[in-house]
Nanobody, 119 residues
Framework: QVQLMESGGGLVQPGGSLRLSCAAS????????MAWYRQAPGKERELVAK???????NYGDSVKGRFTISRDNAKNTVWLQMNTLKPEDTAVYYC?????????????WGQGTQVTVSS
């Protein structure tokens, strides 16, 4: 099994910045995709950003130009740098990985970290 340890959430004022981290541990052969999703109260979980093992990244439309995803393959760690935060960014942010295990692709989710943007 793969365990995901998230950190970096908290309360920040509009216009501020936060950096989320997620470290994967456990039975890991290789991680294909690392990503961040978020879920606000009363809304569906949505993709924030994802990054492949080769470094290609994609972003949700609402965060383009403000958020940056990066990863360290050797450390099995992914980060999400969030700048110019807005109240609508308030949500629980979940780390997600798609990894190879015994010839299969398996996904895993973190427990979530709360991000609150408020004055």
């Amino acid at each position: 099994q793969v365990q995901l340890m998230e950190s970096g959430g908290g309360l920040v004022q509009p216009g501020g910045s936060l950096r989320l981290s997620c470290a994967a541990s456990g039975r890991i052969f290789s991680i294909d995709v690392m990503a961040w999703y978020r879920q606000a109260p009363g809304k569906e979980r949505e993709l924030v950003a994802k990054i492949s093992s080769g470094g290609s990244s994609n972003y949700g439309d609402s965060v383009k130009g403000r958020f940056t995803i990066s990863r360290d393959n050797a450390k099995n760690t992914v980060w999400l740098q969030m700048n110019t935060l807005k109240p609508e960014d308030t949500a629980v942010y979940y780390c997600y990985v798609l990894h190879q295990l015994s010839g299969r692709l398996v996904d895993a989710w973190g427990q979530g970290t709360q991000v609150t943007v408020s004055s």
